[in-house]
Each structure stands twice: as C-alpha cells, then as structure tokens.
C-alpha cells in the first residue's frame, strides 16, 4: 500500500490549493478515503471523507463548507479542494482509506505518505 500526497505550498489568507493524493496497492474504489492534517506541535485530525463511490462526502466542522473532497476512481486518486484558507489551516496533510466507527480511522496505519505541506500565511 503507498500513498502520495502532494499540492502543498505557501498561500496567502483566503487563498485555495487543491490537493491530490495517489493511492496504490489495495482495491481503492472499495474503500472510503480520508484526509488527515497534522498541525505544527499538534496531533494528527481527521479532515474530511468520502465513500468508495463518491457520492457522499463528510467533514470536521473546522473546513466544512470551506474544502471539497472528491476522488477519481479511474485514477485512485483522491483530492481536497481547499477554498477561503485560515493560518490554522496550516498543516501536513496526509490521506488514508478509512476504518473503525465512522470510518474516520485510518486503515493503512504501517503505510502513510510523506504527506503534502500547506502553510498559510500573509
């Protein structure tokens, strides 16, 4: 299993980035994706997800209505749109496939990617 993250940057307050995420090695339009964000000095957090068709998608409340995930299932890639950026939005931000109650947890646990870095700030 292998995940790469990238699509990361600096961008200013209010700014955007779309993120993309490669995954490999497993059955991926099977499973519900995540987006995780590990803030400086902080734990990782769960960010958003989608089920393994895509047609239904949920988020923390910190990005909801600010960041879309979708996925291309013909690609096993999975993406995060990130709309109106805040500086506490800076993090690395990782994705896995989901497990556990609400499928928040991640299921590759031995396989995250280096993650993609997004740093907001003027």
């Known amino acids: 299993v292998q995940f790469v993250e990238s699509g990361g940057g600096l961008v200013q307050p209010g700014g955007s980035l779309r993120l993309s995420c490669a995954a490999s090695g497993f059955t991926f339009n099977t499973y519900h994706m995540n987006w995780y964000r590990q803030p400086p000095g902080k734990e990782r957090e769960w960010v958003a997800r989608i089920t393994g068709d895509g047609d239904n998608t949920f988020y923390s409340d910190s990005v909801k209505g600010r960041f879309t995930i979708s996925r291309d299932n013909a690609k096993n890639t999975v993406y995060l749109q990130m709309n109106k950026l805040k500086p506490e939005d800076t993090a690395v931000y990782f994705c896995?496939?989901?497990?556990?109650?609400?499928?928040?947890?991640?299921?590759?646990?031995?396989?995250w990617g280096q993650g993609t870095q997004v740093i907001v700030s003027s």
């Open positions: 896995n496939a989901g497990r556990g109650p609400g499928l928040r947890l991640p299921k590759f646990v031995g396989s």
